[in-house]
DNA sequence: TTGGAGTGTCAACAAAGCTGACTTATTGTG
DNA sequence: CACAATAAGTCAGCTTTGTTGACACTCCAA
């Protein structure tokens, strides 16, 4: 793949070719969403559920404070999903071990069953999307999506990927 | 830790290369939308305002009903939005001039200079994306985001994309 | 022992979605 | 013409998910 090139026909690119990459994106979220969000829908679960237990199982023993940084939202925003999953019995929270302050959150048998029919659905059109699209766009989609991130998001992201796989 | 997934490596795709397509689209998306809700967030102004005025921006004179369509949400909701605009004189709303119950949507001048700043806001992020990633990095995104639509976006997308351009 | 960090919680509020039930024009059709 | 259907707008009320601000408790470290 030759990468000298990089420059010359990108400045061609014109304000309506980037109206269509913005209106792709909004419309691909959309359907990236629309799964997760049927099975949320028909228990008393929305989006906001789906990204906690996404994330602890993504990081199982994830502190509350390490969440909340992922997330980027408020602690009264988060603490009333994660209350309402540890009463329902789908994440565990544990005090942590060595500052017993921290509380270690992890997603208990429910928990597990549940992200997997979330992530399922979310793979499956990913997967689906990813095949359709063909190998070598994938890999451009991928550098796309990171150069389109905040530098914090970028830095999250990044960690996620050292501790996973 | 190998980089390159190029190729028939795709058949492998492995539940966790999907997850971290699934995790950069969250992160992406977050920094594809932060432009704007700075600038929106300065005036009396959230996400809805600006998915109104760039719909209406690009489709000039639609009415009601298609940008529910293109929008996907109710009547009311919208209305609530639009009606806003209308008040502060960004968006005009004109009896249409064949059915005279329709009303045919425009932006004031002021309409469009709000929607200039937001749009070049989220026009430079997407730029220096598709530079930062290179020419043939772009196509793949595209293909990808329109794979990952459902059939019903992906005809939106697509009717705008014959209008426009 | 004291300051600050991590957590949880109360109250109040806002944005933006939803349902359901109407009204008001206007249009097209039988 | 009469009437049903369509386009738009509105009222009321509810939900989810975000926000501030204030405060309490526990615990670690200097």
């Known amino acids: 793949m030759p990468e000298s090139h990089s420059g ?3 400045l061609y690119l014109t ?3 980037l109206r269509q990459g913005i209106e792709a994106m909004y419309f691909a979220y959309r359907g990236f969403t629309a799964d997760p969000d049927r099975i949320l ?5 929305g989006r906001a559920h789906h990204r906690a237990i996404h994330f602890i199982k993504r990081a199982p023993g994830t502190t509350v404070t390490n969440l909340l940084e992922i997330l980027g939202v408020t602690k009264q925003s988060l603490n009333r999903v994660l209350r309402t999953l540890i009463e329902d019995g789908l994440v565990e929270s544990r005090v942590g071990p ?22 399922d659905a979310q793979r499956v059109r ?3 999307a ?10 451009g989609f991928r550098k796309v999506l990171e ?6 998001m970028k830095r999250r992201y990044a960690s996620l990927r050292e501790n996973g796989s």
Do not use: I
Request: hydrophobic share 35%; no cysteine; aromatic share 6%.
């Open 8 to 10: 010359e026909s990108l």
């Open 15 to 17: 304000d309506e070719q």
């Open 41 to 45: 829908a028909t228990m008393a679960y």
């Open 98 to 119: 060595s500052d017993r302050r921290e509380r270690n959150l992890f997603l208990t048998e429910a928990g597990e069953a549940l992200e997997n029919r979330l992530s």
């Open 126 to 128: 990913m997967r689906s």
């Open 130 to 139: 990813y095949r359709d699209a063909g190998p070598e766009a994938v890999s």
């Open 147 to 152: 150069a389109m991130m905040d530098g914090e």
